[in-house]
């Protein structure tokens, strides 16, 4: 690597794009270094463009023909005279060819030497190496022998249950649980399909799977004399899909004298590669307190700001500095921690359907903003959240004298920090907060399945009526309403919310004249009639905050009112009451589009993706659940099922073919009216990860 003593960044290109190349602009130019961003045809309007000091085109919008190509960045970096290169996390960051690319180039790549990359990048060598350094490990299998018979030799020899893992990278990705030995046939090829897609190679470990543990990682640092230190550790144990989507420092579970434990064997493994520069090692933690590494990832991290909040060290200007060839800025003494940090992602996904990830535009994004409360994003108003990226939009961090004054804070965070378009996961992630099992700082990778499951915010909850009355009051324009406008009014709202995502909901408000010369509104939803009255308003900035009485029960809640649509524009909702929000809409008289007429014979797109493979043809009998095709999306495989039981009418796509969201995928032949009334209705495909 180009990173020997003393020699200075002027300036810093950042291979990445959203909140991370954001994150890093900020630090880069607050040290006085000029940057430059790149970006593909699908991110030209986003933030990170605007922010940096010059952009860089460098392709079309996948991610294979743009951020992913080394010759693009590295020329990138030559036009815009940029003599450092940051990689963010993702993308190319634990990519060794792209670190000995820039070597080559004669460029500082801000991470550590390609050797470290190449063996942490690999989690059969970097068992083995951690075996040899003495760090503990889990048992498991790490055999160059990568036939489908080995590796089913190998799991059912370990002992179910068993994780596979893609050998070349993580982030849940070519990952699964297998318990079954009649599942380890279509594990192993939906594990390898996903990592060659994912990481290049279809390499796979396989560990004995530690059931509810705690995941436990530790943040190092190395410098280029060898100097290496541990700043703490992060608790990232609730996680999704086998990604981490709540993080928090220090650890609940970890005592000084276990975090020195675990810190000393971290610095050890990193020693272990001759590390430079920030890397986390992590471990699986077990209720006796005996932890197991698990991998090293040779990059910042996602969840490196809890760490920042409670060392009070800025974690990129490190990197930096190191990369510059400046020693480690803290020794091990000087490191303390104080405090308590805890951090969430905020996802365009829908938790009620698998977290399946969600796409369009955003009509607003307004974070709030407080003491004690940090939000990294990479997003903003009008932006349009793509199909081709990674469906993390924001991290949205508090920051208190002790865990429970950090809790509160990220609540109240959530609450008040408003994305009006795509279907989000803050209501699931304040849920998770509110829980006596986070509260009491006990929860372990198993909880969302096992203690999370029946909360309401996994589910497909339809609005209340007292939701519904408010959502009917606000969309019929009551600040329109005078004498000229009395009598009742129908209205059919609409949200995609509920099992098929098309819940409706048919309201009649009626505005009539009180004894005090007042217009006095009620709503009626079926038999169930209630007055509704707004007795307080004020405006921030889009975002409209009031206090409405329903009956006898007075709400406090947060809306706007948008158009969407250019030639016939329509009336949105979007409202947030306690932590949850809907966007509702009046489709009273709104014309039926071709669309809402496929019936639930038909499998349509569950989002935009791209078609990996098909399973069926035409003539084709297929059962209720049955996968038939496999769609890719946001770096992720998602299996979509067969609605119900019959007979392939027609395929409508093939492998390789881009599709949009609720596009029609499949055809099934009609059933009797007998036989449909028996059935279940799914117009948009169920999806599994």
């Not at 460029?107 to 690999?122: D, Q, R, T």
């Not at 969430?344 to 974070?367: K, M, S």
Request: hydrophobic fraction near 40%; include cysteine.
């Amino acid at each position: 690597m180009k990173t020997t003593s003393n020699t200075s960044i002027n300036k810093l290109l950042i291979a990445n794009r959203g909140e991370i190349a954001c994150r890093v602009i900020k630090t880069a130019q607050a040290m006085g270094i000029k940057t430059v961003a790149v970006y593909s045809e699908a991110d030209q309007d986003a933030p990170h463009v605007s922010l940096a000091d010059q952009a860089i085109h460098i392709g079309p919008a996948p991610v294979s023909e743009s951020y992913l190509v080394i010759d693009k960045i590295i020329e990138a970096a030559k036009t815009s005279g940029a003599d450092a290169i940051h990689p963010g996390y993702g993308f190319l960051s634990e990519n060794s060819n792209f670190a000995k690319a820039c070597d080559v180039a004669n460029l500082i790549f801000v991470g550590p030497p390609a050797s470290a990359i190449e063996l942490m990048g690999s989690k059969r060598q970097s068992k083995l190496a951690m075996l040899d350094s003495g760090v503990p490990c889990i048992p498991g299998y790490q055999g160059e022998d990568q036939s489908d018979q080995a590796l089913k030799n190998a799991a059912l020899d370990i002992g179910l249950p068993v994780m596979l893992k893609a050998s070349a990278g993580g982030g849940g990705r070519g990952m699964r649980l297998v318990d079954d030995a009649n599942a380890l046939e279509e594990a192993i090829r939906g594990a390898r399909s996903e990592a060659m897609n994912a990481f290049g190679s279809d390499e796979l470990i396989i560990e004995k799977a530690v059931i509810a543990p705690r995941h436990i990682e530790i943040q190092v640092f190395a410098d280029q004399d060898g100097n290496t230190v541990y700043l703490g550790e992060r608790d990232c144990s609730i996680q999704r899909r086998h990604q981490k989507v709540v993080e928090e420092a220090p650890s609940p579970a970890v005592s000084p004298e276990l975090r020195q434990r675990m810190g000393e064997a971290a610095v050890n493994a990193a020693k272990s590669c001759n590390y430079v520069g920030a890397g986390t090692v992590e471990f699986l933690l077990d209720k006796d307190e005996n932890f197991y590494f698990l991998e090293m990832n040779t990059r910042l991290q996602v969840e490196h700001p809890v760490t920042e909040l409670i060392t009070g060290e800025d974690l990129v200007e490190w990197q930096l500095r190191v990369a510059s060839g400046e020693p480690l800025p803290k020794t091990q003494d000087e490191i303390q921690l104080h405090g308590h940090a805890i951090e969430v992602r905020l996802y365009a996904e829908d938790p009620a359907q698998d977290f399946c990830p969600q796409t369009g535009d955003i009509v607003l994004w307004q974070p709030a903003e407080f003491e004690g409360f940090r939000v990294d994003d990479g997003i903003q108003t009008g932006q349009t959240i793509s199909p081709f990226y990674d469906s993390m939009l924001a991290k949205l961090i508090a920051y208190g004298d002790n865990r429970e004054q950090a809790r509160h804070r990220l609540i109240e965070g959530l609450h008040h920090s408003h994305l009006v378009g795509p279907k989000d996961n803050r209501y699931f992630l304040s849920e998770i907060l509110s829980t006596d099992c986070f509260r009491l700082g006990e929860a372990t990778t198993a909880f969302i399945d096992q203690d999370f499951a029946d909360n309401p915010s996994m589910d497909s909850e339809t609005p209340s009526a007292e939701v519904t009355a408010i959502a009917a009051y606000l969309l019929s324009g009551q600040s329109e309403w005078s004498t000229t406008s009395l009598g009742a009014k129908p209205c059919l709202l609409h949200a995609a919310v509920g099992p098929d995502n098309n819940w409706q909901q048919r309201v009649l408000i009626q505005h009539e004249i009180n004894a005090d010369h007042q217009i006095q509104t009620s709503v009626q939803i079926n038999e169930q009639i209630a007055a509704v009255e707004m007795i307080s308003q004020r405006s921030e900035g889009d975002l409209e905050h009031c206090e409405i009485v329903v009956g006898d029960k007075t709400y406090a809640l947060t809306y706007q009112l948008y158009q969407r649509g250019r030639l016939n524009p329509e009336k949105h909702l979007y409202l947030s009451i306690d932590g949850q929000s809907w966007m509702f809409e009046d489709i009273m008289l709104k014309p039926v589009s071709s669309e809402d007429q496929i019936s639930g014979d038909d499998l349509k797109a569950s989002m935009d993706g791209l078609i990996i493979e098909t399973f069926v043809q035409p003539g084709d009998q297929v059962t209720k659940g049955q996968p038939l095709i496999i769609l890719e999306a946001m770096k992720m495989e998602h299996s979509l099922t067969a609605p119900r039981d019959g007979t392939i009418a027609e395929l409508l796509v093939e492998s390789g073919q881009q599709v949009k969201a609720r596009q029609l995928l499949v055809a099934l032949e009609k059933q009797s009216p007998e036989k449909q009334a028996l059935d279940e209705q799914a117009p948009v495909a169920e999806q599994t990860a």
